[in-house]
């Protein structure tokens, strides 16, 4: 939501009023939700966002409709609303065995949202789900379906491509970082084996129908075609 900080971020989701500038533009929300009742709508990283768009946020809730800037009523009652934020998270950066204690790190986070959010928004979210951090082999999991993704990329152009469990580790040395999560890891792969696999297309190494396997040894990644 780091977009719509503003006061005049309204304008953005419902449409300009009248005599304003865009106001022959839809609004991103209203116009989205207008046409597709059935939705599931996510305001991401919510902390961020105006006063003046909580406002719009309560009104939904609690009518379950928005007017927008044409007068038109919008209905909301068909919506999912999910709502990100990284409120709390610092509050959930200690040691792992205070995740033993479940009931203890929601009160922390319960307690760093308080500090964040009015209490009338906080009380018309229905349920609150707090994101534990990804430990190593979760992340193994993700980089494997990121590695899936390439292979399946590689395919349409003929080329077969494998890796194995050593790659996934050099990946995991150099992209894990429990504090930022997964994004590091798609940067990881892009670096370590997207860009030089790019290098050798371009010089002929590896050519369209071929194979090409990457692997690790002594912690540097290798292709053999």
Known sequence: MSEYMEKNSVNKLIGAPPGFVGYDEEGQLTEKVRRKPYSVVLFDEVEKAHPDVFNIMLQ???DGRLTDSKGRTVDFKN????????AGAAKSGVESTAYDDEEALRERINSALRKT??????????DII???KLSREECRAIVTIILDNL???????????????ALEDVILDSGFNSEY??????RTVRRLVEDPLSEKLITGEV???GRITATAENGEIEFFS
């Open 60 to 62: 939904i809730f609690d």
């Open 79 to 86: 919506t999912v609303i999910i709502m990100t934020s990284n």
């Open 117 to 126: 959010f009015k209490p009338e928004f906080l009380n018309r979210i229905d």
């Open 130 to 132: 707090v994101f534990e």
């Open 151 to 165: 292979r399946a990329r590689l395919a349409k152009m003929g080329i077969n491509f494998t890796y194995d469990e």
């Open 181 to 186: 999560g997964a994004r590091p890891l798609k």
């Open 207 to 209: 050519s369209k129908n």
